[in-house]
């Protein structure tokens, strides 16, 4: 039966395992990346072509998302988060048989369609599980099942990749998506859902809201710090291996290192960074163009590169919700859903067009590239952020807002 919002005991268990189902999908959706050269071996294709696996996944996210969320806007939100997860653990399961690349290209098709709908559902699943007063704590914990998989998730999709074959990584990682389907059999409750509009609608009142051309350059940004970060992340493992010159077995630790780094990044945002988001989201873009370019200054000076790796991976880590911060913080309250959507939108772009960006790089003046410019993609949005401050206050200052600073 439905359970309706009250202020009953708070739904720690459900959160919690709606947290571990996000954990499961981020994996699968960067699995590649940490097995980019075993999978362009065994698929007799360029690490490249294999990076655009991310591209394609990221692309039909974006292009399906808002269709799908509109045709299943009736269905029961637990039954459907069931069926995309099962979905999921199908690609993943058919990934590892993949006999040509063009069958693993569809694959990753399959599997962006259950991820758009996944984070339609899922994304909006705290709201039907919490009173609104609630709902700061209840989104936290289950967007920390995204970190969890660049601290855990992806390095340990790596290690067994590396120890078993990418094939039998597919298999474990649609196995573990099988186990989290059955925990939110068990412990994710149904919820009343009702949308009486189609996803997507803007009526017309929103379309004239003072505070909707911030909202669009906080999209504009997001979307440029996605793609500058996307074109290095995307292809770090041939660049750890092939430019500096660290042993495959050390790929697997170097991506927990960043993935942990991450983590503290989320946590330092969430104690510090939330009492000064513009401020936060500046330093944070700084020093990913910074770790960028002694990365790519000093490829061979292995410790001042994990050093850079870890600024890396904390900088990045508390941006996108530094990138929340800031759109909501913009957003007047009539526009606060679809600045959210637009976020993340905009990160789903920018993760595919960084990727392709790379496989371009990679294909034209080569791996060495990357970092450089990634750096220059980041110094563009400091730009950026200064000439947009001035927008978002004047646009924010014509209603009642948390202060921006």
């Known amino acids: 039966m439905p359970v309706p919002k009250t202020d009953a005991a708070f739904p720690w268990i459900g959160l919690v395992t709606l947290a571990g189902a996000i954990f499961v999908t981020v994996t699968s959706e960067?699995?590649?990346?940490?097995?980019?050269?075993?999978?362009?071996?065994?698929?007799?294709?360029?690490?490249?072509?294999?990076?655009?696996?991310?591209?394609?996944?990221?692309?039909?996210?974006?292009?399906?998302?808002?269709?799908?969320?509109?045709?299943?806007?009736?269905?029961?939100?637990?039954?459907?988060?069931?069926?995309?997860?099962?979905?999921?653990?199908?690609?993943?399961?058919?990934?590892?048989?993949?006999?040509?690349y063009e069958f693993m290209v569809a694959t990753r098709v399959l599997g962006g369609l259950a991820h758009g709908l996944f984070w339609a559902v899922v994304g909006a699943y705290p709201g039907h599980l919490v009173p609104q007063r609630q709902l700061a704590r209840a989104v936290a914990i289950t967007s920390a099942g995204g970190s969890a998989a660049f601290v855990l998730g992806v390095p340990a999709g790596t290690a067994i990749g590396h120890a078993l074959g990418w094939r039998l990584a597919f298999v474990a990682m649609g196995a573990v998506i099988l186990v989290f389907t059955a925990l939110v059999v068990?412990?994710?409750?149904?919820?009343?859902?009702?949308?009486?509009v189609k996803t997507g609608e803007i009526p017309l009142p929103l379309r004239r809201d003072p505070t909707l051309p911030g909202v669009i350059l906080v999209g504009i940004i997001t979307l440029t710090i996605m793609v500058g970060h996307n074109l290095f992340y995307t292809y770090i493992v041939p660049y750890f291996t092939d430019v500096n010159g660290f042993p495959v077995s050390a790929v697997s630790p170097l991506l927990?290192?960043?993935?942990?780094?991450?983590?503290?990044?989320?946590?330092?945002?969430?104690?510090?960074?939330?009492?000064?988001?513009?401020?936060?989201?500046?330093?944070?873009?700084?020093?990913?163009?910074?770790?960028?370019?002694?990365?790519?200054?000093?490829?061979?000076?292995?410790?001042?590169?994990?050093?850079?790796?870890?600024?890396?991976?904390?900088?990045?880590?508390g941006i996108p919700a530094l990138l929340q911060t800031r759109a909501l913080h913009t957003a007047s309250p009539q526009l606060r859903d679809l600045s959210s959507a637009l976020v993340t939108t905009s990160f789903n772009i920018g993760i595919g067009g960084g990727a392709f960006v790379g496989?371009?790089?990679?294909?034209?003046?080569?791996?060495?590239?990357?970092?450089?410019?990634?750096?220059?993609?980041?110094?563009?949005?400091?730009?950026?952020?200064?000439?947009?401050?001035?927008?978002?206050?004047?646009?924010?200052?014509?209603?009642?807002?948390?202060p921006f600073s």
């Open 30 to 100: 960067f699995l590649p990346t940490g097995l980019l050269p075993e999978m362009a071996e065994g698929l007799d294709v360029t690490q490249s072509q294999v990076g655009l696996l991310i591209t394609v996944f990221a692309a039909t996210v974006v292009v399906s998302a808002a269709a799908l969320t509109n045709f299943t806007r009736r269905f029961p939100r637990k039954p459907l988060v069931l069926i995309v997860l099962v979905a999921f653990a199908l690609t993943n399961f058919l990934g590892a048989i993949a006999p040509t």
């Open 186 to 196: 068990k412990f994710v409750p149904a919820v009343e859902h009702r949308q009486p």
């Open 256 to 317: 927990l290192v960043y993935g942990i780094a991450g983590a503290g990044g989320l946590v330092l945002v969430g104690v510090v960074g939330g009492r000064l988001p513009r401020l936060g989201l500046f330093a944070g873009v700084l020093f990913v163009a910074i770790s960028a370019l002694v990365i790519g200054l000093l490829p061979t000076e292995q410790w001042l590169v994990i050093i850079a790796l870890v600024v890396w991976g904390a900088a990045l880590g």
């Open 359 to 402: 496989a371009l790089l990679l294909d034209g003046p080569g791996l060495r590239s990357l970092p450089f410019v990634d750096a220059a993609v980041m110094v563009g949005v400091l730009a950026l952020l200064l000439v947009s401050d001035r927008t978002i206050r004047n646009r924010s200052a014509r209603r009642p807002s948390i």
